[in-house]
């Protein structure tokens, strides 16, 4: 903008002073000292244009006083004067706030030449860095376990208690590991784009090596099986990927525990008494266990377990209405779980006539949904500190 342009206010005479014409007249006034304060690069040019806004003889300011405020009538001069004085402070805070901008800028090269009370402007004022130990300190609150992990940690330690060992596997996994040698046929609709993240450009690879994410951490078994001899305790916790629109229960992102015990003599009774129990540990020793019929490719028999609702102690209606949380039937399901099926102990070179076993997966997010009434999965993945600060 050319300089004359930027200098080019003057302060109006006002033809009525109510309040919108007066909120008008401010505003194009402050607007005025903005834009001129844009030009300003020395302390030249910010003392002059100091001086015509403030200076007591013929400034701007002074001229308000005069066209507005002394031209008002009686009735609107209280009005007007407080309006003025507003003005005021304003316009003399934005003048010093623009000189301590440019004092603050970098210095260039040009330092050299300047006078003395050039340099002097140049300094930060002299206690603008000094430690003012009556102001409050900074808090810096400390961060907390995440919901899922507390969760995930929570499971992990009730399967250590019972002589378990932790095991992890990769994110990105194999096909082979996802689901051959878990048992899954060929043309298995788990396998299909719709449920599975695939990596792309693995076409040229045989199908068993193509990478995806893992849509469940079954595959930590095959890979634990396949560099320890039996017996085998482990859980293995971690994340899992799933071709899902996010909503209240999906996520495309979300958590497994795994268990799998192998040893001589495992039977359904050991997996029912050991799920039973960790059950009763995660929920409450009042919590009952139900196995219902299943189907996985890895396991069999394979079984659902649900759990008592926690909500309505398994009576389906609460408060007098149908309980919400298990659709009135008493019982939520939780997760899944079977002996291991004989076809995968060929794919890892253990002797199905001699050992036998069991395995379970849970999901880590709906077990802290119930536990702590979390209305939406989602809000474990949104990072909102108020939602997270309730777990700290
Ligand atoms: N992997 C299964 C799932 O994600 C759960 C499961 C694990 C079932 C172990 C049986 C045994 O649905």
Redesign the pocket.
């Not at 849509?215 to 079954?218: C, E, G, Q, V």
């Given at each position: 903008m050319p300089k004359e342009k930027a200098s080019s206010y003057s302060v109006p005479k006002l033809g009525t002073f109510t309040g919108p014409t007066l909120d008008k007249a401010v505003a194009k006034l402050l607007a005025a000292v903005d834009a001129e304060s844009k030009h300003l690069s020395q302390e030249r040019e910010w003392k002059d244009f100091r001086d015509r806004w403030l200076s007591r003889n013929n400034g701007l300011l002074a001229q308000v006083n005069e066209l507005w405020l002394k031209a008002a009538p009686k009735e609107s001069k209280r009005e007007v004067g407080q309006r003025v004085n507003e003005l005021k402070k304003k316009v003399d805070y934005q003048i010093e706030d623009i000189r301590s901008r440019l004092v603050s800028r970098p210095s260039t090269g040009e330092e050299a030449g300047k006078s003395e009370s050039d340099r002097e402007m140049s300094k930060p004022a002299p206690d603008s860095r000094a430690l003012d130990i009556t102001l409050p300190g900074i808090e810096r609150p400390l961060g907390a376990e995440h919901p899922v992990i507390k969760t995930m940690n929570e499971i992990v330690s009730v399967f250590r208690g019972l002589g378990y060992s932790v095991e992890e596997g990769p994110e990105i996994e194999t096909d082979y590991y996802n689901f051959e040698a878990?048992n899954f046929p060929p043309n298995h609709p788990a396998r299909d784009t719709q449920d599975t993240l695939f990596i792309a450009d693995q076409d040229h690879k045989p199908p068993r090596e193509r990478l995806l994410l893992r849509?469940?951490?079954?595959p930590v078994?095959i890979r634990a099986m396949g560099k320890t001899k039996p017996p085998l305790r482990i859980v293995c916790p971690g994340k899992?990927h799933r071709n899902d629109a996010p909503d209240a229960t999906h996520s495309p992102i979300f958590h497994?525990v795994?268990?799998?015990a192998v040893d001589t003599n495992i039977t359904f009774s050991d997996l029912k008494g050991t799920l039973d129990y960790a059950m009763k540990t995660l929920f409450g020793s009042s919590v009952k266990t139900r196995f219902y019929p299943?189907f996985?490719p890895?396991?069999e028999p394979?079984?659902d377990v649900q759990i008592s609702c926690i909500f309505c102690n398994g009576a389906g209606r609460r408060d007098g209405a149908a309980c919400r949380n298990c659709k009135a039937s008493g019982w939520i399901e939780l997760?899944?779980?079977?002996m291991?099926d004989p076809n995968v102990y060929s794919f890892v070179d253990y002797d199905a006539t001699k050992v036998s076993g069991?395995?379970?997966?849970?999901?880590v997010e709906r077990i802290a949904i119930l536990k702590y009434g979390v209305g939406d999965i989602q809000m474990f993945f949104q990072g909102d500190v108020r939602f997270l600060q309730q777990f700290a």
């Open positions: 878990l849509t469940h951490t079954s078994q899992v497994q795994e268990g799998l299943s996985f890895f396991t394979s079984a997760l899944g779980c079977g291991v069991f395995a379970f997966g849970m999901g």
